[in-house]
């Protein structure tokens, strides 16, 4: 039986649960100018991705530069949710 699949999917649902509150907390501690960060790392685990000769670490690596990228209209939505009052607002900012 092939696992590969399987282990793909419940990793690239932990790393969307990893991101989610991590967004939420970029956006937080640092607005949404964080945003440069996640394309950066979006970049960086693109080119792991396709410089990778194993095909599940190299799935792994894609769905992070995904998630990465995602993440970069996720902070920009975030902000009007803490705009609404769906989220606190970072006083100190």
Not at 17 to 23: A, E, R, S
Not at 71 to 90: A, C, D, H, T, Y
Request: proline content about 4%; aromatic content about 18%.
């Amino acid at each position: 039986m092939n696992y590969t699949g399987l282990i793909i999917a419940v990793i690239t649902f932990l790393i969307i649960g990893l991101f989610h509150p991590l967004v939420i907390w970029g956006e937080y501690y640092f607005s949404k100018k964080i945003w440069p960060v996640f394309a950066l790392a979006g970049l960086v685990f693109l080119a792991l991705s396709v410089n990778t000769d194993s095909d599940m670490i190299s799935s792994i690596y894609a769905v992070v530069a995904t998630t990465c990228f995602w993440s970069i209209l996720e902070l920009f939505q975030q902000e009007k949710r803490v705009e609404k009052g769906w989220f606190p607002k970072n006083p100190n900012r």
